[in-house]
């Protein structure tokens, strides 16, 4: 367990999650209304249409090519993944599923292509992680390499990687003012603080269809400060809403970085 400076009100929880703080950073909001009011609004379920699927649309193509390449990743076949999915009815019947299965694979293999290059030099998976670390007032009970990433070893296991693969753009703007898409890294990023707050040499890629995204380590104290921050931001958003939202946010932050770039 790290002890590091900070503080938190007398109100407010004095143990939180990794998850707690990858709401934090995707929904502000949540913090507040979710966790401290314990409200939840209910929204239809778009899994509950009736309607047989001629044509997935974006969302439904995105969600399902993240699973296969995914899955791949993790080293499943193909046919391991295709199956379950005509089989709870996300692909159509005859041709129109072979249409479907087609343009999933081709957007599945441009992952592949991206992703063969980074693996050979990590040949080991690592293992579920978990640590205490002390934040002012606050503990954070921490676990990654448990979830929708993939995380990989370097053969002297002196180093890891975690690989989030995006069905997607990770990138926006024009050839040679390129910027990340930053709100899609939230998840990422904790889990790559709690990495390297650890101890971990930790390497962080995102990788999608226009290119791939890139964290490097960071030593373990710079880590725990950002921890800190996150800490403090959520005993914030604990107190009152925070009135901003991630999309906004990031768009606002990388506006302030060009604008320090030019």
């Known amino acids: 367990t790290v002890p590091t400076?900070?503080?938190?009100?007398?109100?407010?929880?004095?143990?939180?999650?990794?998850?707690?703080?990858?709401?934090?950073?995707?929904?502000?909001?949540?913090v507040f209304f979710h966790d401290r009011l314990r409200t939840r609004l209910d929204t239809p379920n778009p899994d509950?249409?009736?309607?047989?699927?001629?044509?997935?649309d974006n969302l439904q193509t995105y969600k399902l090519v993240s699973q296969m390449?995914?899955?791949q990743l993790k080293g499943a076949a193909l046919?391991?993944?295709?199956?379950?999915?005509?089989?709870?009815?996300?692909?159509?019947?005859?041709?129109?599923?072979?249409?479907?299965?087609?343009?999933?694979?081709?957007?599945?293999?441009?992952?592949?292509?991206?992703?063969?290059p980074l693996l050979a030099d990590w040949p080991s998976d690592l293992p579920v992680q978990?640590?205490?670390?002390?934040?002012?007032?606050?503990?954070?009970?921490?676990q990654w390499a448990d979830g929708d990433t993939v995380w990989k070893q370097n053969a002297q296991r002196t180093a890891?990687?975690?690989i989030d693969v995006r069905a997607g753009s990770v990138a926006e703007g024009k050839a040679k003012h390129r910027v990340p898409r930053v709100h899609t890294?939230?998840?990422?990023?904790?889990?790559?603080?709690l990495a390297c707050a650890s101890g971990l040499q930790t390497t962080s890629i995102q990788v999608g269809?226009?290119?791939?995204?890139?964290?490097?380590?960071?030593?373990?104290?710079?880590?725990?400060?950002?921890?800190?921050?996150?800490?403090?931001?959520?005993?914030?958003?604990?107190?009152?809403?925070?009135?901003?939202a991630r999309q906004a946010a990031c768009a606002y932050l990388m506006a302030e970085h060009n604008l320090e770039l030019n």
């Open 185 to 193: 890294l939230t998840d990422v990023w904790v889990s790559h603080l």
């Open 79 to 116: 046919t391991e993944v295709l199956t379950p999915m005509r089989l709870q009815g996300h692909l159509a019947l005859a041709g129109f599923g072979e249409v479907q299965e087609k343009h999933l694979q081709t957007q599945c293999q441009t992952l592949a292509e991206r992703l063969s």
């Open 160 to 162: 890891c990687l975690q």
């Open 130 to 142: 978990s640590a205490n670390f002390t934040l002012g007032q606050t503990v954070l009970q921490a």
């Open 209 to 244: 269809l226009n290119g791939a995204v890139q964290i490097d380590a960071i030593d373990a104290a710079t880590a725990l400060a950002h921890l800190q921050a996150l800490v403090d931001a959520y005993q914030a958003a604990w107190q009152q809403p925070l009135p901003v």
């Open 69 to 71: 390449a995914l899955a």
């Open 5 to 30: 400076a900070g503080h938190a009100h007398s109100d407010t929880p004095s143990h939180l999650t990794a998850q707690d703080l990858r709401r934090l950073l995707r929904q502000p909001v949540d």
């Open 48 to 56: 509950m249409a009736q309607d047989e699927p001629f044509a997935l």
